[in-house]
């Protein structure tokens, strides 16, 4: 177990032929070295920034992968979770440093992030000598307008993010396809990537309009001990920030712009938390994204962040917000650990193996089938079909049908799981969140009495003086009325008063 900074990392793209026509090839940094540079700030002054490596517009895809990425791999294959996340204005080049130009059809020089990132894992497993059993699987979903969809099943467009002990933060749900070699994963790749929103404005043809994630799992047991490893690796491709007169939004993309704004805001004000000495509340769950990265930016998990720039001095004014950004976020401290997972050998779900050669490719050969993990040995499945059917008829008596969804998988009177396939830290989860939930609902409520008292109050003040007055007008009026009838001229009485007592002398 060991603490270290996110690993932040800056990358200038080459000037685009519409920024050379328009700006005359004039740029906002000059290059210092491999790790600093300088930036004029908004006041035009020179700023200079370091970060552990700059990546300049000469920089190759695989320099990238090579300091960025490939320590990530070698620690999610050791069973050290990891995130991989790239930020910027739109048409900044994120979807480029993660996908290049394409996920399948490019040269090696151009291949992105992702494809680099599963060639490595497959590359680990291969060359380990010790590695008996293994597997690898493949998740890819989007948030897009603050709903998590599966982009390889689309028939699940809004997935919840939940939250275990054991597991930390996970997209309960979400399409898991098993994957023997990069060629395979590649080609599901490219399936969700087809499926990912994404729209034209004028500063990019192709603006990606959600946040993409890829998610790798990798699993192996060895012939060293009885424990299977486990780790997983996240890489984020963000949606671009937008300035709204520059992409020339209207419609559903005007709409998509504010969303994608709106988290990235999120996800700046978590690490403005991260980073404050004392920290009384991390606001991760303002927005899904942020929920989904709790564990790479504030839990266990190894970070690291790709900070995409556009050289040009027409966007100076984003680049300079993307970098302070970066360096924020570099002062973030990270808590990563290794957590072996003991598994008993009868019961170990690994169904590729090295009992056989290996595929001419390189990889490593499918073994038997997979043996299902032993359910609770009490109760049968059409005890657990009615239970669940008991439990739900009960839940939906005192609560509404949103609720229902969140507090699934719970104890109820009788002591017995929803779910006889969800371990206690699960539940003890749920009941955690859904008390976080309540609690936050009471807070709102006292806040808003509070309001209404102070509200009651003012007006209560208001009406004690205006009482006050008309109090001294009824007093002054009772004297006019008293020395009239005593005789005295009306030209010794207020006009004000005696109108308010209905007089009023010619």
């Not at 328009?22 to 740029?27: A, I, R, T």
């Not at 946040?211 to 486990?230: K, N, P």
Request: aromatic residues 6%; contains cysteine; negative net charge.
């Amino acid at each position: 177990m060991t603490n270290s900074n996110v690993t932040v990392c800056v990358r200038f793209r080459p000037l685009s032929h519409k920024e050379r026509k328009g700006n005359d090839d004039k740029v906002c940094f000059k290059k210092l070295d491999s790790e600093s540079f300088v930036f004029k700030d908004e006041r035009d002054e020179d700023v200079i920034f370091s970060f552990d490596k700059v990546f300049y517009d000469d920089s190759e895809q695989s320099d990238v992968y090579n300091f960025l990425a490939m320590p990530i791999v070698t620690d999610a294959f050791n069973g050290i979770n990891g995130t991989i996340i790239t930020y910027g204005q739109t048409g900044a080049g994120k979807t480029y440093s993660m996908e290049g130009p394409s996920i399948l059809h490019c040269n090696e020089l151009k291949t992105g992030l992702v494809q680099r990132v599963v060639n490595g894992l497959f590359d680990c497993l291969r060359t380990s000598e010790n590695i008996t059993t293994w597997t690898v699987k493949l998740s890819m979903v989007e948030i897009y307008l603050e709903k998590v969809r599966d982009l390889l099943g689309l028939s699940k467009d809004n997935l919840q993010i939940k939250e275990s002990k054991s597991q930390g933060i996970f997209i309960s749900g979400a399409t898991e396809i098993s994957i023997m070699n990069g060629s395979d994963a590649l080609e599901r790749l490219s399936e969700g990537i087809a499926n990912r929103a994404v729209g034209e404005t004028q500063m990019n043809l192709a603006s990606s309009r959600s946040h993409c994630l890829y998610i790798l799992s990798v699993q192996h047991g060895s012939t060293t001990d009885e424990r299977v490893r486990a780790g997983k690796i996240i890489l984020v491709d963000l949606a671009g920030s937008e300035k709204v007169e520059k992409t020339g939004a209207e419609g559903r993309v005007l709409d998509e712009a504010k969303m994608i704004n709106k988290s990235l805001s999120a996800l700046g004000n978590v690490i403005n938390a991260l980073t404050t000495a004392k920290p009384n509340h991390v606001p991760y769950r303002d927005s899904k994204l942020t929920r989904i990265l709790q564990d790479s930016l504030g839990g266990s998990s190894r970070a690291a962040l790709l900070c995409c720039c556009s050289p040009s001095s027409s966007n100076s004014p984003e680049s300079l917000s993307t970098i302070r950004f970066g360096t924020r976020t570099k002062l973030i401290k990270t808590l990563h650990k290794l957590i072996p997972t003991e598994v008993d050998s009868a019961k170990k779900h690994t169904p590729y193996s090295r009992d056989q050669d290996d595929l001419p490719d390189g990889t490593l050969s499918k073994a038997g089938s997979s043996q299902s993990e032993a359910s609770d040995p009490r109760l049968d499945a059409g005890d657990h079909d009615s239970l669940r059917e008991r439990l739900l008829s009960k839940l939906r008596l005192s609560l509404k049908e949103e609720d229902i969804d969140l507090l699934e998988e719970l104890f109820v009177q009788e002591g017995i799981i929803f779910d006889p396939n969800m371990m206690v830290l699960d539940i003890d989860s749920a009941c955690h969140d859904a008390a976080s939930r309540q609690i936050a609902s009471l807070v709102q409520a006292v806040e808003e009495l509070t309001e209404t008292v102070q509200e009651l109050t003012d007006e209560n003040e208001t009406l004690r003086h205006q009482l006050e007055v008309a109090q001294e007008i009824a007093a002054r009026a009772q004297c006019a009325a008293t020395d009239w009838s005593s005789g005295l001229p009306f030209g010794f009485v207020p006009a004000a008063v005696l109108r308010l007592i209905g007089f009023m002398p010619d």
